[in-house]
């Protein structure tokens, strides 16, 4: 066999099953009941992608919101009317319950346990935002059941938010799951936004005592040590991300002790202008070292 005849068959068996894929694919029957049950696999994986983008987004701005929020309480240190603070918070509270029903909606009708890594982040911080403000206010922690007793929506709020999206959906089905609309934070989330909030309190503490307020740092630092000891309770036995937030929250506290540590011991030697001063310092240093 010469060579052109051998590169001749040899192309001819390369194109060979080319042609077949072709003839192959232009005898599939689209009525195939196999290739409609593919189509309507394809339609609903879409659907579930696209809806855990949209509740990316939703966490996305809660988590943005919730930031704008504790950035707002901070003020509390130097402001003088403290309720139209903390009522201003309220306000953008709202907004974020807002977002937080709009991700409830998303979820009729689904397993929350698929889309729940899509909007956790979101909740923890919200929950560092809210119990934040309620620390300011009853220097006390706030329970999981009172933040998800506001998480609970009523027929009016949801009917409102629909009419401004769609128009209202005649199904009685409909209408009695949207009258039971809510979305409940878990346990582990409030966990996680609880060690969050002592990072926050930390930074309170010491710029409170830039503004001449002795009192907070030790109301901190009690408050910081019930908290530790719930967490060193909780041990190695909860969930992972749990027990990665309790080296964190132990920083925290010692930073706190720290602060009340020097007010006592050397609270009259340091003018009062010069103690954030000195706390931020030693605050520094010890970062320093534990990194070193």
């Known amino acids: 066999m010469n060579k052109e005849g051998g590169f001749r068959k040899r192309k001819h068996d390369n194109m060979q099953p080319r042609n077949r894929k072709e003839e192959r ?24 992608h696209d809806k855990y983008e949209r509740l990316v987004k939703l966490g996305r701005d809660i988590t943005i919101e919730s930031k704008r929020i504790i950035f707002l309480l901070h003020r509390v240190t130097s402001v003088d009317d403290i309720e139209e603070l903390l009522n ?10 807002s977002k937080i029903q709009q991700i ?12 729940h890594r899509a909007f956790s982040p979101g909740l923890q911080e919200y929950v560092e935002a809210v119990s934040f403000q309620h620390f300011i206010r009853t220097r006390s922690l706030i329970s999981l059941e009172t933040i998800n007793r506001h998480l609970v929506f009523t027929p009016t709020e949801v009917e ?11 199904s009685q089905d409909e209408k009695q799951e949207q009258k039971s609309l809510c979305l409940q934070v878990t346990p582990t989330d409030y966990l996680l936004g609880i060690a969050d909030l002592t990072g926050e309190l930390m930074r309170m503490c ?18 910081l040590r019930a908290i530790y000891d719930g967490f060193t309770y909780i041990g190695n036995t909860g969930p992972y991300e749990v027990s990665k937030k309790l080296y964190t929250l132990k920083q925290s506290l010692g930073k706190v002790e ?4 020097t007010l006592t011991v050397r609270g009259s030697e340091i ?5 954030a001063d000195v706390l931020t310092s030693k605050t520094s240093m010890s970062e320093h070292e534990e990194g070193v």
């Open 206 to 223: 010491i710029t409170s005592v830039g503004n001449g307020d002795i009192e907070t740092p030790f109301e901190v630092s009690q408050f």
């Open 258 to 261: 720290d602060a009340c540590y």
């Open 25 to 48: 694919e232009s005898k599939v029957n689209p009525a195939s009941p196999v290739l409609l049950s593919f189509k309507s696999f394809q339609k609903e994986l879409d659907a579930k």
């Open 271 to 275: 003018p009062k202008h010069m103690l």
């Open 160 to 170: 409102a938010d629909n009419v401004e999206n769609s128009a209202l959906s005649d």
């Open 104 to 115: 409830s909606q998303e979820l009729i009708g689904e397993d929350m346990c698929q889309f």
């Open 88 to 97: 201003e918070s309220e306000a953008k509270f709202r907004d974020v319950r």
